[in-house]
């Protein structure tokens, strides 16, 4: 089965600092990758996915991550934090395979980002 | 474009009474919609995926008598939580694929979030 671990539950950065968002995936056959940013008390926003193509996606709000296959990891990372970034961020995985799994998302714990001045 | 809207927000209800979230693909018909429930400080897991016309299907644990899925029409799925106790109390949300869309395509409602007194 798939699963998705992201390295840290809580994440402290300064206004300005790199922000850097660890995920891991379990996965012998590479699946669809993504990175999702949830605000309080609302649903996701999708800001990048891997499906394959290239392996630095670039999202919205100056977000960027990078598939590595051979530490099967997709960190996510954004050179200057603003203060707009403070939220829950949570990587998300869909198998890349048919069978029971097709098109279902298995999400990580979350990772809160805080965003000091 | 793209937008899942869910109905209500929030909602509040005595034990033992039943609940209905709607969802809503606002300018896009979606043959699949998936259910998600999301615990505080906890990640989203998903209940069911729902399909236009025919059964949900349910993931494991997930009382499919408990929690009813109707997906009538290609723009609108409804989670009805039957005979709600306070341990049913979470933030539930949904999210839409858009019929012939990919895989990997979902969009996600706002959240509703459903506190059982």
């Known amino acids: 089965a798939q699963s998705v671990t992201q390295l840290g539950s809580h994440v402290s950065v300064s206004e300005g600092a790199l922000v850097l968002l660890r995920c891991n995936y379990s996965?012998?056959?590479?699946?669809?990758l993504f990175w999702y940013v949830q605000y309080p008390n609302q649903g996701l926003q999708l800001l990048l996915k891997?499906?394959?193509?290239?392996?630095l996606v670039k999202g919205i709000n100056g977000f960027e991550a990078e598939f590595k296959k051979s530490e099967t990891s997709f960190h996510l990372t954004k050179p200057s934090a603003h203060m707009s970034d403070a939220a829950e961020y949570f990587c998300?995985?869909?198998?890349?395979?048919?069978?029971?799994?097709?098109?279902?998302?298995?999400f990580g714990q979350g990772t809160i980002l805080t965003v000091h001045p | 474009g793209a937008v899942v809207s869910q109905h209500p927000s929030w909602v509040i209800c005595k034990s033992g009474t039943s609940v209905k979230i709607e969802c809503r693909s606002l300018?896009?018909?979606?043959?699949?919609m998936f259910w998600y429930r999301q615990f505080p400080k906890q990640s989203l897991m998903l209940m069911a995926t729902s399909n236009e016309g025919s059964k949900a299907t349910y993931e494991q644990g997930v009382e499919k008598d408990k929690f009813l899925i109707n997906h009538a029409s290609l723009t609108l799925s409804t989670l009805t939580v039957t005979s709600a106790h306070p341990e049913d109390s979470s933030f539930y949300i949904c999210s839409a694929r858009p019929s012939g869309g990919a895989r990997e395509t979902q969009y996600f409602g706002p959240g509703t979030r459903l506190l059982v007194l």
């Open positions: 998300a995985v869909i198998p890349n395979a048919g069978g029971t799994s097709y098109g279902k998302l298995t």
């Open positions: 996965s012998s056959v590479p699946p669809y």
């Open positions: 891997y499906t394959s193509a290239a392996t």
């Open positions: 300018d896009f018909q979606a043959t699949t």
